[in-house]
């Protein structure tokens, strides 16, 4: 069974910082993802990779599958980035994990302060 | 035009009662999932389908079972409702859930309350 950790929990930031938000893993994944919730409840995929680096828009994701851990990056945040962001892994296939979704990490708050 | 949808988006409803949520996707997806949102906004699994097989996480009361009338549908029935099955409840799919290297598409969410 995977565990996925995340760090921080909480973070409140200025506009305009750069902001880190780590993730990792305990056993082999087939892909990681970063997920956006925000207040309103929606969820949405802002990236899913299995090797190297991901960047869209102020959005920069990469993943070190060696050490196990992801990193997700924004740049000259903005109070509208302000949402939880989960951290979820899909199960290695070759390790029988098939279609059993995913499992998710405990999710960063953040939030951007004007 | 939406991607995935749930209805309804919320429910509130008596401990015991049976209800149901419904899930739609449009996307020509394969393979969809139930997951539970709980208080502390931890997500879960519970369940994933695609036209093979059905994944059960253990965890999972039998008195919740999801039902599949065709591809485009993944409805969650919910028997002898209990105060502990309060929770947002999100409905994905994804192309093929079987390489598990799919980005998964969410529904927006049932919340639902049992008083």
């Known amino acids: 069974k995977n565990e996925v950790e995340q760090s921080p929990q909480n973070l409140t930031a200025q506009e305009g910082e750069f902001i880190t938000i780590n993730c990792s893993y305990s056993?082999?994944?087939?892909?990681l993802h970063w997920l956006q919730q925000h207040p309103g409840g929606g969820i949405v995929s802002l990236f899913m990779?299995?090797?190297g680096k991901k960047k869209h828009g102020r959005l920069i994701a990469t993943i070190n599958i060696q050490e196990k851990h992801s990193s997700l990056h924004i740049t000259a945040s903005h109070p509208r980035d302000s949402a939880v962001y989960i951290c979820?892994?899909?199960?290695?296939?070759?390790?029988?994990?098939?279609?059993?979704?995913?499992?998710f990490g405990k999710g960063t708050h953040l939030i951007i302060q004007p | 035009d939406t991607a995935v949808s749930q209805t309804p988006k919320y429910l509130v409803t008596q401990m015991g009662n049976d209800k149901s949520i419904k899930c739609e996707q449009n996307?020509?997806?394969?393979?969809m999932y139930w997951y539970k949102q709980d208080s502390k906004k931890f997500l879960k699994i519970m369940f994933s389908?695609?036209?093979?097989?059905?994944?059960i996480n253990e965890t999972v009361p039998n008195r919740f079972s999801p039902k599949s009338p065709d591809k485009a549908h993944l409805n969650l029935h919910i028997n002898s409702l209990e105060l502990g099955d309060s929770a947002v409840y999100f409905c994905?799919?994804?192309?093929?859930?079987?390489?598990?290297?799919?980005?998964?598409?969410f529904g927006p969410g049932t919340r639902l309350t049992v008083l």
């Open positions: 994905a799919s994804s192309q093929d859930g079987g390489s598990s290297y799919n980005e998964q598409f």
């Open positions: 056993v082999g994944i087939s892909a």
């Open positions: 990779l299995s090797s």
């Open positions: 979820a892994v899909s199960a290695d296939m070759y390790s029988g994990g098939g279609a059993d979704g995913l499992t």
């Open positions: 996307l020509g997806h394969d393979t």
């Open positions: 389908y695609n036209n093979k097989e059905l994944i």
